[in-house]
Nanobody, 119 residues
Framework: QVQLVESGGGLVQPGGSLRLSCAAS????????MGWYRQAPGKQRDMVAV???????NYADSVKGRFTISRDNAKNAVYLQMNSLKPEDTAVYYC?????????????WGQGTQVTVSS
């Protein structure tokens, strides 16, 4: 079982920055693919950024050049640095862990953290 706890959300003005953190419990973190997803009211949950166990990252087109995902395996943590925030970035942000064990894949989610971009 993996527990994920997000932090760092809040209210920020357009053009501002926030850094989200996700702390993971359990062993084997370095083998997990980690990601950030977001869900705005009335919309589906979408991928924002993911980073593989090998450190390769991928981003949604809407955040490329503004957001950066990183991981610290020594701290069992993944981060999302968000710059040049826009009102359309307003959503609940969720941390995700994707664990493959043989032919099986397991997904874990945090409880989410609210990000509101507004003047």
């Amino acid at each position: 079982q993996v527990q994920l706890v997000e932090s760092g959300g809040g209210l920020v003005q357009p053009g501002g920055s926030l850094r989200l953190s996700c702390a993971a419990s359990g062993s084997g973190f370095s083998n997990y693919a980690m990601g950030w997803y977001r869900q705005a009211p009335g919309k589906q949950r979408d991928m924002v950024a993911v980073v593989t166990s090998g450190g390769n990252s991928n981003y949604a087109d809407s955040v490329k050049g503004r957001f950066t995902i990183s991981r610290d395996n020594a701290k069992n943590a993944v981060y999302l640095q968000m710059n040049s925030l826009k009102p359309e970035d307003t959503a609940v942000y969720y941390c995700n862990a994707r664990i493959r064990m043989g032919v099986n894949e397991y997904l874990y989610w945090g409880q989410g953290t609210q990000v509101t971009v507004s003047s």
